[in-house]
């Protein structure tokens, strides 16, 4: 059974850094394709960063330079930290890890920026 376990939001203000934990178990995080999306309010859910098995790496235009996802597979954890918040990066955020056709959500995380 895979789970994936969510931690690191909060609230923080404007220009403050976070990082986002997804620990992962029944999935090798190592072999998979690593996602972390970000819903706001009233606004579609939408990818802002991911790493392939290979590691190589891809990000929305609006986190460009300041998130960075990564991932350490010795403790079987997705990454994502995120330097210089915006009050426009409040959302829940959420990791996703995909492993030949199956994808797997976690619970989602809160992160709230203050201006």
């Known amino acids: 059974q895979v789970q994936l376990v969510e931690s690191g939001g909060g609230l923080v203000q404007a220009g403050d850094s976070l990082r986002l934990s997804c620990a992962a178990s029944g999935i090798a995080v190592s072999l998979s394709v690593l996602i972390w999306h970000r819903q706001a309010p009233g606004k579609q859910r939408e990818l802002i960063a991911s790493?392939?098995?290979?590691?190589?790496?891809n990000y929305l235009d609006s986190v460009k330079g300041r998130f960075t996802i990564s991932r350490d597979s010795a403790k079987n954890t997705v990454y994502l930290q995120m330097n210089g918040l915006k009050p426009e990066d409040t959302a829940t955020y959420y990791c996703?890890?995909?492993?030949?056709?199956?994808?797997?959500w976690g619970q989602g995380t809160q992160v709230t920026v203050s201006s």
């Open positions: 996703n890890v995909r492993y030949l056709a199956l994808s797997h």
């Open positions: 790493m392939s098995s290979g590691g190589a790496t």
